[in-house]
């Protein structure tokens, strides 16, 4: 009898460990890795470059945009005033290069003629001379022939030093043009920073100053972020992190769409391991040792906003 109470104690047992090292363990393995998480956006600052008063903000917080849509347009009546000035400065330039041109058009109509009847008179010239030391030609005859080519010489060259200093004024007209110019460009440029347009598409999300308002170079106006994908950080145990791979897909639930499921990817996976962030509930899951993998989402119906908490479910298996 005792032996029969004994080999039941002991098959109860084995029962028992068998149980407890195989069965249990198989049930409790999940391959599976979840998590939990918060759906963050990429948020792209509007500043402005100058030192400026607003005069218009044409968004509020929670406005959808459009990429290149006009967000809001500074008080540059000043800088306005600069760009008439160098225009203005542009029609004097242009104005005195003209000037200078009809100028070197008259010397030069001017000098044509008259390097004619020098060439005219140094041939008399040459004549009258050649008959003069011949005894052929009276002294006064010689002596006016002279006196006519040093005349047409001087008024050549008095011509010539017309056309240089009016070719001079039409080089400097051009400089004074094209430095007038390029002030009227870079005016341009510093007029194309009084309005601040929206680098991309996405969502208002904080709205700092009002019209009147002077913001100053870096301020942030405006903040908007991304729709077309967001993401957010699951934090994975050591000990499931070996199951985690780039580009594994996983499918998120928000309580906002108890219906809907989206499904995003693992784009990246921190290298050191922390311990759980403050922000999860539990003592427990705090003092963990754990792995950030951030999952990114397309939100092209810009469902997902930043804040929402998410459930994440890896879709591959992750042995």
């Known amino acids: 009898m005792k032996k029969a109470i004994v080999l039941i104690v002991l098959l109860a047992a084995l029962s028992v460990y068998v149980y407890f090292t195989n069965i249990v ?37 929670g406005d959808v945009v459009t990429a290149g849509q006009t967000l809001a347009v500074l008080d540059c009546a000043e800088i306005e005033a600069r760009r008439a000035q160098a225009e203005a400065q542009v029609a004097q330039a242009r104005a005195a290069q003209a000037q200078a041109q009809a100028a070197l058009k008259q010397a ?11 060439d005219q008179a140094r041939r008399d010239f040459e004549r009258a001379k050649r008959l003069f030391d011949s005894a052929s030609l009276p002294q006064n005859q ?6 006519v080519l040093t005349t047409l010489n001087q008024q050549v060259a008095a011509a010539s030093q017309a056309a240089g200093v009016a070719e001079q004024a039409v080089g400097v007209a051009g400089s004074q043009i094209d430095l007038a110019e390029s002030a009227v460009r870079v005016i341009d440029a510093t ?61 998120l639930a928000a309580d906002t769409y108890p219906d809907q499921e989206f499904v995003g990817g693992v784009a990246r996976i921190r290298e050191e391991a922390e311990f ?34 998410v459930e994440a479910e890896w879709m591959e298996e992750t042995k």
């Open 276 to 309: 759980t962030p403050k922000s999860i509930q539990t003592k427990e899951d705090r003092t963990r040792l754990v792995y950030g993998v951030k999952i990114a989402v397309p939100n092209p119906d810009g469902k997902l906003m930043a804040g929402m908490p």
């Open 25 to 61: 363990p198989a049930r409790a393995y999940d391959p599976t890795v979840r998590g939990s998480g918060t759906i963050e956006a990429t948020d792209v600052v509007i500043a402005p470059k100058l030192a400026a008063r607003i005069r218009e903000i044409k968004v509020d917080e």
């Open 142 to 147: 010689y002596e006016k022939a002279e006196a």
């Open 108 to 118: 030069r109509a001017q000098k044509e003629p008259l390097i004619a009847q020098r």
């Open 191 to 251: 007029l194309v920073e009084c309005t601040l347009r929206a680098p991309i598409a996405g969502r208002v999300s904080l709205r700092s100053y009002e019209p009147g308002e002077l913001a100053l170079p870096g301020a942030a106006l405006l903040k908007i972020q991304t729709l077309d994908e967001v993401h957010t950080w699951v934090y994975v145990p050591n000990e499931e992190i070996g199951r985690v791979r780039l580009g594994q897909k996983v499918k």
